[in-house]
């Protein structure tokens, strides 16, 4: 059994999700349990260097996770022919650039989500990766969330016979910032930023329909800024232009109708900060980040209607829990276990550039639809053919 490197250039890595899900939970654990099996016994141990614009930050991350190298010149990372991937978990607005010089260094890239504020820069930078002959990837997490696992696994084994819809229930209170201390960074509710829930959340979403419950046909969509001003990180009060909530409906193929809230102004009274509930002719599930309970067409109860009596049904004891039959790793890092593969040996990977720039696409149909106040069609996506 022999032991190989992979070079990695990992950039922003300093944010929120960058630093934990991406280098703390994924990379760091990686290098931790020895890198990454191959089909033939072998390990890739990932070298990653981190580079951004603040030295005394990168320096810090690096020497807090006993990662040696760290730079603030992305050009001369570039450069280094030893290392073969690049990684962006920066800016949105930054993301298709910086994509496409790393890709004319001739490194392989992997990304966060979205891949780009608008579809033109998305297709743009696919048909690069597409013609580079380089291999590319962007993030999906949430299909590896235990509790969507698990709903793939009711799926596949016939559960739900015929799934009529779907309901998605996303967000909690982000505090304002006069009150309480904002938990969420003050640039989200910026559109000039990048910012906007329907940016954010959309592509999520649209992986998540397309890949566990029927590929997107068409959407209407109402966006709302609720809150319209808020404090930022130096509690200064500013104007919110961005979305903060987002009410969508998105027909499906085979007449699967999916309702989807996403909000940043929302109090939590439900079983995880987001819930999947998923209707079938002969079964209904309820998933969220880890769990999953299920209520079978043979179990399903007979309530009443009777506005006149108090309601004595349990009707959250009337689901049986799905068991954790395996240990579930944390999603980003099976994801990068993936796509390491895929560079490596070149495992199969479906989650490419060209699945990113299909969020993309939803997102701009969303806005469409919101602005224009109608349902607005969602057709294939031909990364290789002009719009």
Known sequence: MATQRLGLIMHGVTGRMGMNQHLIRSIVAIRKQGGVTLSNGDKVMPDPILVGRNAEKMEALAKAHDIPRWGTDLDQALANPDDSVFFDAGTTQMRPTLLAKAIRAGKHVYCEKPIATNLNEAVEICRLA???????????????????RKLDMLNKAGFFGKILSVRIEFGYWVFEGDLQPIQ???????????????????????????????????????????IPTRWDEAGKPYQATADDACYATFELADGVVAQVNSSWTTRVRRDDLVTFHVDGTHGSAVAGLTDCRTQSRVNTPKPVWNPDVKQTMPFFEQWQEVPDTQVYDNGFKIQWEHFIRHVVEDAPYRWTLPEGAKGVQLVEAALQSWKERRWVDVPRLDVGARR
């Not at 969420?184 to 329907?198: F, H, L, Q």
């Open 130 to 148: 597409e013609g580079s002959g380089l291999k590319h990837g962007a993030v999906q997490d949430k299909l590896f969330l235990p509790g969507l």
């Open 184 to 226: 969420r960074p003050s640039w989200n509710y910026r559109t000039e930023d990048g910012g906007g829930i329907i940016l954010d959340m959309v592509c999520h979403w649209r992986y998540v329909l397309d890949n566990l419950f029927g590929e997107v046909q068409a959407v209407s969509c109402l966006g709302k800024t609720h």
